[in-house]
């Protein structure tokens, strides 16, 4: 079983983006494996199990921002981000933090 954790952080203000709206999709065949959302400190952890897993496909992690900034109050470009990544082993850890603003964002891949 793999797992799939994030940390949302709001590079406007400097803190813990809550609430954001989340889901991993299989690019191949579109399916949604997790829908779920940040937690109250901005953070994810899902796992995923070693079925709903190919190391040789790509799958990809969609943050839906537009709410959450329209909930700050501010008309953001950047209303959803794509993380594409492949899950080459189905018991690893694969973490992805990203620091987001109304118009742009960092992310990062790491274990």
Do not use: C
């Amino acid at each position: 079983m793999a797992q799939i954790t994030s940390h949302t952080l709001n590079g406007f203000d400097g803190t813990h983006a809550a609430g954001i709206a989340v889901q991993l999709r299989n690019t191949v065949n579109g399916s949604i494996i997790f829908s779920s959302k940040m937690d109250e400190g901005g953070r994810l952890s899902q796992h995923v199990p070693a079925d709903h897993i190919d190391p040789d496909i790509t799958y990809e992690l969609v943050f839906d921002t537009g709410p959450y900034w329209a909930e700050h109050g501010i008309n953001a470009k950047a209303a959803e981000i794509g993380l594409r990544f492949k899950m080459t082993d189905p018991d690893g850890a694969y973490h992805m933090p990203v620091i987001i603003n109304p118009n742009a964002y960092s992310t990062w891949i790491s274990s």
